[in-house]
């Protein structure tokens, strides 16, 4: 080991500087090596230094949980989203899904079933993680009671109390009948949000005020930091950027634990932050469904490599109006299946861990992050009219200079405003959703092209 130091000397950041200089071959330095980025509203290096780390040795699985929660392996759930209509027709669909490799179904309940007894037959649930977006206390209910007979299962509730004010009256009743149970049910929804154009930091700072506003609520109804923390359950969106997006998870995990730390858990496990990342639609294309699937696959990795427990990519277009299609839904999955079975994702926690950009990229969105939290947090918190001006106007703010990059080209998007199919696509984009107030943005559909 001493004569592999003795061998490769260290070097130094003025030495490695001059190198750079040299190979550069008299183009400007600092215009070539340095960013600023006017949508994340941070300046960064395109290489750093070990003097440029700020990095405490930690290890996975542990406090602040920056390199994720796992210790024995990377593994994670595979996730698709199934929106019921039929109960029987999505019945076919949950079992089709787990077949070809789903490990997370997520059921949509927007158009209330009513037979869970058709809905859910021959569903091994004990052996999956099931995720349910819910919109009523009684669907929950109804939910709760057909489980009552499963013992070891992994249930998620997406409640998402900031998004309806008739859940949010109702909160009581919800924690009255978790008490006993140690569930998931709080649904801290940044992938909506990033939906909407948020940058970075507003993401996190917004998940972080919702995700902070949960556990003062439960602990207000008696619950202990250790029992709030565990009902809390974040889902995140995975953009284009993909090192951005790696220290954005790991980001979002040290400052969670931050929070939930300053409450002094007796348990340190308390201040993980359990998250389903999802791909979503905002930078896809209906003309162009392979470029589709390497975004789609890149954004998956940055997910996998920050370790995140669950992935969900939406398939391209199912946001469309003819919906998803077979082959867009086997792709979203198969995405997952060769980054296990090909790539070996799966076996190595924090590949990224101790990368002086990352680990640098890290310490400076959780700043600007914790800023903006802090600010939220000075309006009254998240339910605060101040506050979600505050929100509402950061976002717009840099939604129109996402579209104004794209559409004068600045930012290249292959099949959305650069190397467009010609052929003429039948199908179209659906009507626009919104989330807090805020629209949801896809770029091919809001930005008119000459």
């Not at 506003?213 to 565990?230: C, H, R, W």
Request: aromatic fraction near 12%; glycine fraction near 6%; charge should be negative.
């Amino acid at each position: 080991m001493d004569k592999l130091f003795s061998d490769f000397p260290k070097v130094s950041k003025a030495q490695w500087e001059e190198k750079l200089i040299k190979e550069l071959k008299g183009a400007d330095f600092e215009s070539s090596l340095k960013r600023n980025d006017e949508i994340e509203d941070f300046s960064y290096c395109t290489y750093y230094h070990n003097i440029d780390s700020s990095n405490s040795i930690e290890i996975p699985g542990k406090s602040s949980f920056k390199r994720g929660g796992k210790s024995d392996n990377n593994d994670w759930f595979i996730g698709a989203l199934i929106c019921v209509e039929n109960e029987k027709e999505s019945n076919s669909k949950a079992l089709d899904l787990l077949m070809t490799g789903c490990t997370s179904l997520v059921f949509d309940f927007k158009n209330n079933p009513s037979n869970l007894s058709v809905l859910f037959n021959e569903i091994g649930f004990e052996f999956i993680q099931t995720q349910f977006i819910v919109y009523s206390y009684e669907q929950f209910l109804g939910i709760n009671v057909y489980f009552e007979k499963y013992e070891n299962c992994e249930i998620i509730y997406r409640l998402d109390f900031f998004s309806s004010d008739e859940l949010m009256s109702k909160f009581t009743d919800f924690t009255s009948l978790i008490a006993s149970k140690n569930t998931r049910f709080c649904h801290v929804n940044t992938f909506e949000i990033q939906q909407c154009g948020a940058n970075i930091s507003q993401e996190i700072s917004f998940g972080l005020a919702c995700g902070h506003e949960y556990l003062v609520k439960l602990m207000e109804s008696g619950y202990t930091i250790d029992q709030a923390a565990a009902c809390i359950h974040f889902s995140v969106g995975i953009g284009a950027n993909y090192f951005y997006e790696i220290a954005k998870i790991r980001s979002m995990r040290v400052l969670w634990s931050k929070i939930v730390q300053s409450y002094n858990p007796l348990d340190k496990n308390s201040a993980n932050c359990p998250i389903t990342a999802e791909v979503g639609h905002m930078n896809k294309s209906l003309k162009d469904p392979y470029t589709n699937l390497l975004r789609q696959t890149t954004e998956g990795m940055s997910a996998i490599s920050a370790g995140v427990e669950t992935l969900l990519v939406h398939p391209y277009n199912s946001k469309s109006v003819d919906g998803p299609c077979v082959l867009s839904s086997r792709m979203a999955l198969n995405i997952s299946l060769i980054l296990k079975d090909e790539s070996y994702f799966d076996k190595v926690i924090d590949p990224i861990g101790g990368s002086y950009s990352i680990e640098k990229l890290t310490d400076i969105i959780s700043e600007n992050a914790w800023k903006m939290f802090q600010e939220i947090d000075s309006k009254g918190g998240i339910l605060s009219s101040k506050a979600v001006e505050l929100i509402k106007s950061a976002i717009s703010n840099k939604v129109e200079i996402r579209k104004a990059k794209v559409k004068s080209g600045k930012q290249m998007m292959i099949g959305i405003n650069k190397f467009t199919n010609p052929l003429v696509e039948t199908n179209s984009w659906s009507v626009e959703e919104s989330y807090f107030g805020l629209k949801k943005v896809v770029f091919e559909r809001d930005i008119k092209f000459n």
